[in-house]
């Protein structure tokens, strides 16, 4: 093991040229690695661009700078959804107002017609007991038309 040990310092130390170049030639690999990752992602990434700049409706190559187009195109998008978006919520916000006074409207008005009703039933009490050997007049009427909802009897 130390014999090889001592050849293995002779070679390096013997042949130091050779070791130089060895070095070289697995920076210059370690470089030629890295460019082609490099350039790997940048054709990726060109790729994405042109698709996302296709679904934007706009190319990425083209007349002037590459992808200013699309950039643009991206921009109007953007720009017309959050308009979108805003007028969208002024629409709903309108609605939500309209359908709060509707409701507002509405419980008046079932709390109006709920009095309106419990009298017209209190009155109705009060005539029927008023009511002698089953002879009945036109105050009896006029409650039993209040309770129905109706206008009470002409007189």
Known sequence: MLALL???????????HYLTVVCLACAAAALYAW???????????????ATACASAGAKFEGDGPRGKKCAARV???????RETLAASS???AD?????DRK?????AAATRNANTAAAAAQIMEQANATVSHD?????????????????????
Request: glycine share 10%.
């Open 90 to 92: 002024a629409v709903l």
């Open 6 to 16: 001592k050849g293995a310092w002779q070679l390096v130390t013997g042949n130091r």
């Open 35 to 49: 460019g082609a990752t490099g350039r790997a992602d940048r054709a990726n990434l060109i790729t994405w661009a």
């Open 135 to 155: 002879v009945v007049g036109a105050d009896w009427f006029s409650a039993l038309n209040a309770v129905a909802g109706l206008r009470g009897a002409n007189r």
């Open 75 to 81: 921009n109007q998008l953007a720009r017309f959804e």
């Open 95 to 99: 609605a939500m107002i309209e359908r």
């Open 103 to 107: 409701s507002a409207a509405d419980l």
